[in-house]
Structure formats: C-alpha cells, structure tokens
C-alpha cells in the first residue's frame, strides 16, 4: 500500500507551488482552476443537511469513512469557493480522523487567503474546516 | 464650500468634491479604491470627520439638562441639526422630526408605538415584494402579535410594482401601508405619491422607507402628503448610528412613547410618570450628540453641492454603466423601469456574484454581492442575489469604464 502523505508534507507542497506565484491575479486564477475542475459532489450530499451555512453562496460537505480514513466530497455554487474547498480536501481528505481533528491549517494563512479574504468569506472558510473537523470527531466517536 | 460649485459647463467641480473625501484617496491592493457601494454607506467628506472631531475636541457635554456653556453649545449644535432635517424634508415642524439610530429603528418605532396601538386583529399591513428587510420583518412581528395580517404587493420581471394587484389589495382594512421609495436592490423609484392618494382614500396610513431615496431625490413630505418617512444619516454622507423618522405632528403626538428612560419625561413619580413633549418624548436617553451634530455638516454638503446637480451626474453614470454592462454577453440588469436612481444591479449567466465581488475586489473596486436584505425580491425573481454597482456624487464616469473593464476580465475568467 502506497504510504500516505502526511498533513504537514501537503500543506508545505501548497505553500511551495503558491509561493511561485508573482501576484494574486495568478493566485486567483489557479483557486478558480481548481474549482473547476474538482468534480461534482454525488447526489446524495445535495441535500440540506449537507449545505455548510454562509452568507452568499451554497457550500455542499459530504464524508465517508473508508479504512480508518475521511474522504471528504466538497462542491459549491461560486468557484472560488470551490477552489478553496478543492484545496481543504487536498489536505484534509483521506487522513484518520485524529489527524484532521489536530490539523492546524497553517497554510490557509501562508498563502494569505485568510487575511486576502474579507471576513465574511473567511468566516465561510472557518465554518468549511469546522464542518470537516466535525465528521472527523463522528467518525473517531463512532468507531 | 464656494469652490465646489463650477463656474464652467460641469454640474459641479468633480476634483474638488472627491478632494473632500480622505477615504477615496487611496489604493485597494495596488488600484485607486473605487468606491460602488454607496447604497450600503456612503463615504464621509471632511467637514463631517471635522464636526466629529470638534465636538470632541471642544464642546463635548450631556445637552438639554446642563446650564453651563458647553451643554447649551451642545444642545444648540443638536437641535440645529433637527431644524436643517427639517428642511431636508421640508416638514412643517422642527417637532416632527424624532431622532433615531437608523432607518431601522424608525420603522421599529413606529410599529411598536403606532403599531401596537392601532393594528388589531383582522387588519391588514400592505409591504411590498420590494421591501428591505428593515420594512418587512418589524410588520410580520407586528402581525404576529396582534393576529393582523400582512399583504404583499408582488413586483414584475421588469422590477416594478404591480400597481394593478395593489389596486386589488387595497380595501378599508388596510390601515397601514409601508412601501420603499426606491429599492436599494434594483433602484427603481416606486410611484409613492399615487399609493399614498389612494391609501388615504380608504383611510389607511403610509410609512415611506426612504433610506435610499433622501440621498438622491428631493424630498418634500408636506408634497407627498406620506404619515411616516424613514430614513438614515450615514446613506446621505453622514455618520452611522443616526437616523431620522418624521411623522405627521397630530400622529406622532397620539402615539405612546417608544423607549422608558432620562429626557422623555416630564415629571416621575411613585404616583405617575407624565411624558415629555414632541420630539423628546421619543428620545429616550442621552442620545447620539456627536453625530447627529456631524449630520447636519453632511446635509450642507449636499445642499451646498446641490442635490439636482447631484442627481444629473449619478443618471449620467448610471446610463454610462447600463450601456457599458449590456455589452457583456449573458448579462441581465435587474429593474428595466425607466424609473430608476444610481444603483445597478446585474446577474451574469454561468457566473456566482461572490466570485465576480471577490475578483473586483482584487482590483481595488468595492461593489456589494448578495440578496441585499431582499430575500423576498430575490426569491421572486428566481435567483440567489446580485452583483450591485451603487454611485455617489464622487464616482468618476472614468470609474465606470474600469469597473467594467474589471467585470469582463473577471467574467471571462470564471467562465
């Protein structure tokens, strides 16, 4: 079995490849790629319970428990939403529950998307990682 | 302020009214700030931030009860406020107009005074499809209180009331209708002189939400004949946490205080407690001094720089972005009346509005995104909100072209 990259050795490749970029146009332009090309969440997440609550646009979080790990399904009606969520799941999905409720996510700030994002939409952001770190807890509990 | 009105051919000196502004001369993330969110607040000109600061610097004190200089050149400051919204409004009576935290609050106050004493079971509320959450929610907790009921006047695909269902609606148990002005969603300007006439027919009130109408049209309340009209002070360059509600003196007079507390009183007793005369009987405590003192610099602003000439220049921007907006593929403008004031607001096929808000404001261009407070409008209109572009006396038809340039780039990248 193909070992799995820790928490830590993904976030640090993402604040590598960011740190090649020369502005935030750039930066924005590959969170709105990412978007794009992360694929639709299953139908079975579309439904209410599933939506994370923020103020403008529709996020969509869904888990599973496969192995001892969470596999994260994440989708959103505004693309760089998704971009962001598209970059959470790189970090978080297919990690133990342990893990992910110990993650400190420093790379959101690294690569200023906490501070380049109003509050508002970092306050959506926050309530991504809780959300995640909330199915991680259920699972850990359950199993 | 003789510099800011032009001799020449302009509406008035546009360098010298932005060079008033502190907050504009600035850069967002690398580009000059442009400011398109002026119906959420407007920017504040120096002569507001210097009224601020002067009162505080020199005559700070409690007012109405104090018999030393600074107390009276406190309460000399204030009340001449009340008389200049007066004339703002053209009300008949400086005791017409009660001071408030915001156009909120107004409309607050009058569904808890007027409201609880007047709405009984079976009555009927008119509200439009239009209305900012401020004008919608205070009547349903009033509805719901008094098993009253709310009616909804719907609007059409083109933005503008259905006149003909109000027509409809309309009946002797109406006793209240509470319509918007102009709607901070789309900008249309509601025809609120012919829905007062006829409200008045069947005996009914009317509050005007003109939180986003003062800014830009001229208001004379004596003219409109409405009961009620609501509006706030940092949407009309002033500072936050002020507002103003005029009511008919007859009105206001019947109504029960709002708010228990210092200076709405008259004489308290174990015994008895008698209220305190129009305005101060709605003024319950020290209230906002410094700035409700600050307000009536931002009305001599206008006054001075002159609302219609103000108005010419914010239809010219907005003609220029209308034009400018409809040359963008899959872009729809919400609110096609001809009747409309400074506010365009637009939904870009295939693309969110908080992507496009996000992007803009990479490029240092401040526009607001979302439902607006206008849930019911959005809903009805069958989308999750808008991008909304809002001008001011200070924005540039220059500023236009960028903000458009931005959206085409931001529009072809999110696609």
Redesign the interface.
Known sequence: MNKVATIADIEKDIVESFSLFDSWDEKYEYIIELGKKLPPVPEQYREEIFKVKGCQSTVWLGAEYIGGRVVFYGDSDAVIVKGLISLLMQVLSNQTPQDIIEARLGFLGEIGMMNHLAQTRSNGLVAMVKQMKNYALAFKLKS | MNSLVSVHNELYDFAAVRQQFPVLQQQI?GHPLVYFDNAATTQKPLSVINALLTYYSNYNANIHRGIHSLAEQATAAFEQTRDTVKQFINASEREEIIFTSGATESINLVAQTWGRQNIHEGDEILVSEMEHHSNFVPWFMLAREKKAVVKVIPVTEEGALRMDVFDELISAKTKLVAIVHVSNAMGVVNPVEKIIRKAHEVGALVLVDGAQSSVHLNIDVQMLECDFFAFSAHKVYGPTGVGVLYGKHSLLQSMPPYKGGGEMIKEVSIDGISYNDLPYKFEAGTPNIADVIAFQAALEFVNEVGKMAICTHETNLLKHAQQALSTIDGLTILGRSSEKISVVSFVVEGV????I???L??KGIAVR??HHCAQPLMKCLNI??TTRASFAMYNTLQEVDVFVEALKKSVK??R
Do not use: A, E, F, R
């Open positions: 993330k969110h509005p908080q992507d808000g996000i992007l404001d990479n995104t979302g999750p909100g990248l999110l």
